[in-house]
């Protein structure tokens, strides 16, 4: 059987889930990721909380986002940046404000369902009871050139760390914040998720993969490839490749603390 026909995995219902995204600039998909995130998270969790990112929006994701939030105050909450201060950032504030024992994310454009998160609350639910599921995208909905470039990177970080991800930057995860509390993170670019693995496994974490369906961008822009972005995350790849071949735990403990 092929991976795009891959059948629907029956989700594992867990007793707390803390999920988050980040957004930045995305009023248009705001409101609906949110309405799709109330009506998908009660068959996943018993308890949960949705918690919006916003990464120094120049549109209305700020007042939208609050205004989500004070219509489901027990549910729904709001981290703001007063200035965008990257993706790995916006990623850091998510973790650091989610209050349950598994944290969850996904991007702010809707490319992927918030039910798929099911697939991977399953898949923790395993007998080697992992310590982090990442989604893979089965087929990417994605530019040429996007893909591109995340061939090149996954032969990189594969090649330098020892990183055996298929989809390092799919922005479908899911951890156990036991695993989180045993790492520290520098990046505060799209590097950030690359670290975060690679930290959790050396930390003795396990990380486990699910193939996950992606979607096309139906509103909003995408600012992955924007020539800034690429430079910081290869700056970053460098940095901490050479700090581990310098001294691997000092590199190890470099950073800010993932969750409190």
């Not at 990464?55 to 989500?68: C, E, H, N, V, Y």
């Amino acid at each position: 059987m092929s991976e795009a026909a891959t059948p629907p995995v029956a989700p594992a219902r867990v007793p707390a889930l803390s999920y988050f995204f980040p957004a930045h600039n995305e009023e248009a998909n705001l409101e609906g990721l949110v309405e799709e995130a109330l009506a998908a998270l009660p068959a996943l969790a018993d308890r949960f909380e949705i918690i919006i990112v916003d990464d120094g929006s120049k549109d209305r994701t700020p007042q939208i986002a609050d205004a989500l939030a004070a219509a489901s105050p027990d549910l729904v909450r709001t981290v703001h940046h007063p200035t965008n201060l990257g993706y790995g950032a916006a990623l850091r504030s998510g973790f650091r404000a989610a209050r349950m024992d598994l944290v969850a994310f996904t991007d702010g454009d809707r490319q992927f369902r918030v039910a798929d998160l099911g697939r991977l609350t399953a898949r923790l639910a395993g007998p080697d009871a992992p310590d982090a599921v990442v989604g893979y995208r089965i087929r990417r909905a994605d530019p040429v050139i996007r893909t591109v470039y995340a061939r090149l990177y996954r032969l990189a970080y594969r090649s330098l760390f020892g990183l055996r991800v298929r989809d390092v930057d799919c922005a479908c995860k899911l951890f156990r914040r036991d695993a989180l509390g045993r790492v520290r993170v520098e990046s505060g670019g799209a590097f950030f998720s690359a670290e975060l693995l690679i930290k959790v496994r050396a930390a003795g974490g396990s990380v486990v993969e699910v193939g996950v369906d992606h979607y096309p961008r139906t509103a909003g822009s995408q600012t992955g490839a924007r020539p800034s972005v690429i430079w910081r995350a290869v700056t970053d790849f460098w940095g901490l490749r050479l700090r581990l071949w310098a001294n691997r735990e000092r590199a190890l403990r470099r950073g800010s603390a993932i969750v409190g």
